[in-house]
């Protein structure tokens, strides 16, 4: 099982709302991550959580919230967001071993309004 | 300097030929890994194949494998007897050595959109 779920899958906000991303996954991983990814580019990492604890954060504007309750569970909390950050939200797991392949859920697609 | 380069902005194939893709990448790393990722009109960002830097043997993974050259620092993804079902934006991505595992991020490249053709 390679499963990592994300929802919702589209979600449109407006500029003044709050409203959360959530991901799961049930392999066991201890790292999670969020990624952006803008029409036609690359994905581009926003945070990084090992063992629900965050360990990497790319600059990301204080809009964005990352929250990790639990080793299953990784939540991007977004509150007064701008039409620029209507994106791709990819959630990704991996194991903390040599490999680390990265698999990413069906990811959110965000429209800001 | 670009860490992943894929110089095919878009591919087209005949259905049920071979394709390859190309990556090349920059790492002083002597420790890393190399990814293939397929990503449909979906969204989604499926994981067809993996390479680490001191893997002997290239990888396969069914139809895809990945022509790893280490002194040329590419890692193309060969897809053999393509599917219409192929047709997709196709990333190289690296990850580059750490010994803090977990704790690291995947550099992708520009992609290549691959449409099978019947």
């Known amino acids: 099982d390679t499963e990592v779920t994300q929802t919702p899958k589209h979600l449109v906000m407006g500029m003044t709302n709050k409203k959360s991303l959530k991901c799961e996954q049930h392999?066991?991983?201890?790292?999670m991550y969020w990624y952006k990814q803008k029409a036609k580019k690359p994905p581009e990492l926003m945070f990084v959580y090992s063992y629900e604890k965050l360990s990497i954060n790319e600059s990301v504007p204080s809009r964005f919230s990352p929250e990790c309750p639990n080793s299953s569970l990784l939540n991007l909390h977004l509150h007064a967001l701008q039409p620029e950050d209507s994106a791709l939200y990819l959630c990704?797991?991996?194991?903390?071993?040599?490999?680390?392949?990265?698999?990413f859920g069906q990811g959110t697609r965000l429209t800001v309004v | 300097a670009q860490k992943i380069t894929q110089t095919q902005p878009g591919m087209f194939v005949q259905e049920k030929e071979a394709v390859t893709l190309d990556c090349t990448y920059d790492t002083s790393d002597q420790s890393y890994g190399l990814f293939w990722y397929k990503q449909p009109s979906s969204g989604e960002m499926i994981f067809l194949i993996y390479?680490?830097?001191?893997?002997?043997q290239n990888a396969t993974e069914g139809r895809y494998s990945l022509n790893f050259q280490k002194a040329r620092k590419s890692a193309n993804l060969v897809i053999s007897a393509s599917q219409l079902g192929d047709s997709a934006m196709y990333f190289c991505?690296?990850?580059?050595?750490?010994?803090?595992?977990?704790?690291?991020?995947?550099?992708f490249g520009t992609g290549t959109r691959l449409t099978i053709i019947p």
């Open positions: 390479q680490g830097s001191y893997d002997e």
């Open positions: 991505a690296m990850r580059e050595g750490t010994t803090n595992f977990g704790n690291e991020k995947l550099t």
């Open positions: 392999m066991g991983h201890r790292a």
């Open positions: 990704a797991s991996s194991q903390v071993n040599r490999d680390r392949i990265a698999f």
